[in-house]
């Protein structure tokens, strides 16, 4: 079925940046329903031909050597133009005409994208009901919501209750881009696809985990953004505890958008809430020197642009294994990576038997290269029975070659298309994510918050960070990235 992805907030950076990219890489591998159609929407005035040029420059930009012209051609006379303004009950009429005159047949689906300023989100849900758009009798009619949902508990509710006057839940897509990153995918298959980690990935052998989604660059131009929101709100509420609860959750009985999210949503249910103490004692958090100087950030400010936490899943697989969650700008490399490390044999036998192996330790490597690393001791050759750590390395790079791995965004709009929501975030989730966060932001902004620690950039966040795990007998795996 020739279907339609309707974008709102055309002309910002994510459309030329990402989500046309995406599109036309499913339009050049035949993935991408045949005869289906973008319309652009944003306040801008444009002819359809006009647009068309300009994504075409952004695409060769953004899609490097996937862009071919002549495919390029061919995808560019479905993409559409229609200018309108959020607030304009009028604008969404014309747009329902627009959909109309140019969808050819009845039956139709449609997917709403809006990748607008989020205090658009319930006036654009709003109007879409309004004008009919939402009704799904001719077609399905589904939304797609960028982060961030909400900016606390309080507000991810009302934006809820708003698109719940609209939509129905199984119509709505929150988008969340790490869950469209292949390695984080991988993760399902690497542990319901195979019979030998299973048994050992639980406290009777895992010591500790460590989630760690560290980045070199700045805030940069965000400043004005970034300030209000923090690390926390940025990355943890979202990226970081998507990675978590797909780390901890149990096998669902099958691969399916509710059963998922019912096992990822029992992982929130799990983490223990932090009180008192423990904000002090569980969490640490940064700012990198050099911060207060970005454009739009006050000159006193004490947004965290770094931090820690230290999260515990109150369950039979987890109880008492620490998920130590990391992230920070201004960072040594960009490199994602789950480490599960395993505890250590109860007994050494060789070589210098006051050296305590490290243990075994698995790394998922997110990004940049995307892959698995296991670590484990093996004999020095040519010499008396001493051990040392060897690696063992999968890359999906060497598998699929260089740039083939797809952008997360081909697969979540591919998703979104087919109906399938598995990768995508539910209500109960997001607002159990806030319960989660919103105490430790409020701590934090309490006279009792913890030192917030200046670290220069281009290192693994401030010097407390490591100190403060080392005192904890762990020691943070800080190697950029593992696998090239
Ligand atoms: C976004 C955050 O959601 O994710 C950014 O707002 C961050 O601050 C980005 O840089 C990281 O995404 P990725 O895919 O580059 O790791």
């Keep these: 079925m020739a279907d339609s992805i309707v974008i709102f907030g055309a002309s910002g ?37 006009e647009w068309r040029k300009m994504l075409r420059e952004s695409t060769e930009q953004f899609a490097g050597d996937q862009f071919d012209a002549e495919t390029w051609n061919a995808f560019s006379q479905s993409i559409f133009y229609q200018s309108g303004d959020i607030n304009s009950a009028q604008d969404f009429r014309k747009l329902a005409k627009f959909l109309d005159d140019v969808e050819p047949d009845n039956g139709c689906g449609r997917v709403y994208y809006l990748s607008t300023m989020p205090q658009l989100y319930e006036v654009a849900i709003k109007q879409l009901g309004e004008a009919g758009l939402a009704d799904d ?8 919501i960028e982060k961030p949902f909400g900016t606390d508990l309080e507000t991810a509710k009302a934006l809820n209750t708003s698109i719940h006057n609209v939509f129905r839940e199984d119509q709505i897509y929150r988008i969340d881009h790490y869950l469209g990153k292949e390695t984080v995918q991988n993760i399902f298959a690497l542990r319901f696809a195979n019979s030998i980690f299973e048994p050992i990935w639980n406290r009777n052998y895992v010591d500790h985990v460590q989630i760690t989604v560290a980045e070199e ?12 929101s923090g690390i926390l709100r940025d990355m943890f509420q979202n990226h970081i505890l998507q990675l978590m609860m797909i780390t901890a959750m149990e096998p669902p009985a099958r691969y399916d958008a509710s059963l998922v999210r019912d096992e990822k949503v029992k992982v929130l249910h799990s983490i223990r809430k932090m009180t008192g103490g423990d904000f002090a004692a569980d969490t640490v958090r940064g700012q990198y020197a050099g911060y207060l100087d970005e454009e739009g950030v006050p000159p006193k400010s004490q947004t965290a642009t770094f931090a820690v936490l230290k ?15 990391r992230s920070g700008k201004g960072m040594s490399c960009r490199t994602t990576q ?41 004999k020095v050759p040519d010499a008396e029975m001493k051990t040392r750590t060897s690696t063992l390395d999968f890359s999906f790079r060497n598998v699929v070659g260089g740039d083939s ?47 917030l620690h200046s670290y220069p950039t281009g290192i693994w966040g401030p010097a407390q960070s490591a100190a403060w795990i080392e005192s904890q007998n762990r020691e943070w795996f800080d190697v950029c990235p593992v696998l090239k």
């Design 13 to 49: 950076d994510l459309t030329s940046r990402k989500l046309i990219p995406a599109i036309y890489r499913l339009f050049a591998k035949g993935r991408l329903p045949t005869g289906s159609r973008i319309v652009g929407v944003s306040r801008s005035e444009f002819e359809h031909e």
């Design 137 to 144: 009798t001719n077609g399905f009619r589904r939304v797609i």
């Design 217 to 228: 660059v700045m805030v940069g131009r965000r400043g004005g953004y970034y300030d209000k």
């Design 311 to 325: 999260l515990f899943c109150d369950n039979w697989r987890w109880k008492g294994v620490p998920f130590y969650l």
């Design 338 to 378: 789950i480490v599960i490390q395993f505890k250590n044999v109860p007994h050494i036998l060789f070589g210098d038997t006051t050296r305590e192996p490290l243990g075994n330790r698995l790394v998922m490597q997110v990004q940049p290269a995307e892959g698995i690393q296991l670590h484990f001791e093996t």
């Design 405 to 451: 791995m797809p952008d997360a965004y081909q697969r979540l709009l591919l998703d979104s298309l087919l109906g399938d929501a598995s990768l995508f975030a539910r209500s109960d989730e997001v607002e159990l994510a806030w319960g989660i966060i919103d105490p430790i932001i409020a701590a934090w902004n309490s006279p009792a918050a913890p030192q």
